[in-house]
């Protein structure tokens, strides 16, 4: 009995010291587990004279109690403790700034060829686009390219059935091939761009890349010159370069135009007067144009005494490296994002 005494008076101090719910548990084991003093008192009740047993039985029962309350009270205090830990380590803070959410976009090459699509949309021009495989008759004979021109060895083009009599396939060199597929299918006047993929056997470099992009421009009607191809490019750079920029048209040669020529802007970066971007000469040599020669619209059955027209093809790469001074052709196809956020 004294044994229980005292052990009524420290057990208070020794729930409320237990700091969480397994120690907790380990200090009820010590009270009233199975090798305890209440429940060794409790099992030697038999050995006690027979008037002592009933009140010594009720003094255990009565420290039983006690110690239990004790316990399920510290242990209800443990337990909301532990749930509040719980909760403040879910909390959310709202006043915490977002994670940026990054939304897709798209490329600066795709984003060049809408651009210069939807200029022409706003004068009328229809967009089409056509197969990347071609045959060699869509890509060169139909535009004027002799038998012998060095364009069709395959060091120049890559062929995918190179030497078929019949008709060999290519990878076509140029977006040129949708004149020719467009105006078999439709009656004049056209009025189209055509952007796309081309392929060349080119070795990668600063400019040149053997995959690259092109829109290609075509305008057949009645009474078309060289002065409303000249009118359109002047329309066209002012719409994307900015409206002080001036155009000239350079002689030169290429197989499916006459005359052609070489088209160049007055540098949009130093105005005329010379600078890095212009390589100090104060124009920008930007696309190859000129009037559809009559060849080409007699292979597709037009009349050519009745209807003319002009052409041009410029690279979409192009385009956008004299715009933003991009310096290597590279950029456009490695996917570095550090340079393609730059182009959102
Ligand atoms: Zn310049």
Redesign the pocket.
């Known amino acids: 009995m004294d044994q229980l005494k005292t052990l009524l008076a420290t057990a208070p101090d020794r729930i409320q010291a237990a700091p969480n719910l397994e120690a907790l548990r380990e200090v009820e084991n010590q009270l009233l587990g199975r090798k305890s003093l209440v429940a060794e008192s409790r099992r030697s009740l038999a050995s006690l004279p027979s008037e002592e047993r009933p009140v010594v039985g009720a003094q255990l029962n009565e420290a039983h109690q006690r110690l239990t309350a004790l316990i399920e009270g510290r242990r209800a205090d443990l337990e909301r403790i532990a749930e509040d830990g719980l909760l403040l380590g879910d909390r959310v803070d709202v006043t915490l700034p977002a994670r940026e959410l990054r939304l897709g976009w798209h490329h600066l090459v795709t984003q060049t060829l809408d651009e210069v699509a939807d200029i022409f949309v706003s004068l009328g021009y229809g967009v089409v686009t056509g197969p990347e495989v071609d045959t060699a008759w869509h890509n060169f004979d139909a535009l004027n390219t002799p038998p012998t021109h060095p364009s069709r060895l395959e060091s120049d083009t890559m062929y995918v059935d190179y030497g078929n009599p019949d008709d060999e396939l290519l990878l076509r060199t140029q977006t040129s091939t949708m004149q020719v597929r467009y105006m078999e299918q439709h009656d004049p006047p056209v009025y189209i761009v055509a952007p796309g993929r081309c392929y060349r056997a080119d070795t990668l470099d600063a400019t040149h890349s053997p995959v690259f992009h092109q829109i290609e421009g075509l305008a057949v009607d009645e009474n078309i010159s060289m002065a409303d191809l000249k009118g359109t490019l002047a329309h066209f750079m002012r719409e994307f370069l900015g409206s002080e920029r001036k155009i000239r048209l350079l002689p030169h040669f290429f197989p499916f135009t006459e005359p052609s020529a070489e088209m160049h802007v007055s540098?949009f970066?130093?105005?005329?007067?010379?600078?890095?971007?212009?390589g100090?000469s104060?124009w920008?040599e930007l696309l190859g144009c000129g009037v559809v020669d009559p060849h080409v619209l007699e292979a597709v059955g037009y009349d050519t005494s009745k209807y003319s027209g002009f052409a041009f093809g410029v690279g979409a790469e192009r385009l956008a490296m004299v715009r933003h001074g991009i310096n290597h052709i590279k950029h456009f196809y490695e996917n570095d994002l550090r340079v393609l956020r730059q182009f959102t």
């Open positions: 540098c970066n130093c105005d005329g007067s010379g600078c890095r971007v212009c100090k104060g920008i």
